[in-house]
């Protein structure tokens, strides 16, 4: 009976090694595991910090390079129609020279934005 309470005694004492090793087999694969998550982080943080710096210094190097928009040339509009107001209203200011016949009030109006089609007639010979 004693040699059966060895047995017993050893094979308890084996399954609560291999448990016991078990639970640090796994402690070490989940310290292991979350090492290696934290690392992935970084490297994630680290390339998408490399991304924003990359599209910016491209934006820079390639923004001046691209077409206007259909909202660059609006605004272009925008501006040559205020700069014409302007313009039109210094004009209106300024004395007039002798001889000269007085301009319409609104010259130029009826094409604003568009290039002339008309050709300057030839002097009378």
Do not use: C, F, H, N
Not at 49 to 63: F, L
Not at 74 to 82: Q, Y
Not at 95 to 124: D, V, W
């Amino acid at each position: 009976m004693a040699e059966r309470r060895d047995i017993s005694d050893s094979l308890r004492e084996a399954v609560e090694r291999t448990v016991q090793a078990t639970v640090d087999t796994r402690e070490r694969a989940q310290d292991a595991v979350d090492d290696l998550s934290g690392t992935v982080d970084e490297l994630v943080r680290g390339a998408e910090k490399g991304i924003r710096t990359s599209r910016k210094s491209v934006r820079a190097a390639v923004g001046e390079r691209l077409p206007a928009t259909q909202e660059d040339v609006k605004a272009l509009r925008t501006e040559l129609r205020v700069i014409a107001r302007r313009l039109e209203a210094i004009e209106q200011r300024l004395p007039e020279k002798r001889g000269a016949k007085k301009k319409s009030a609104a010259p130029g109006r009826a094409g604003a934005g568009r290039a002339s089609t008309a050709r300057p007639r030839k002097p009378k010979s």
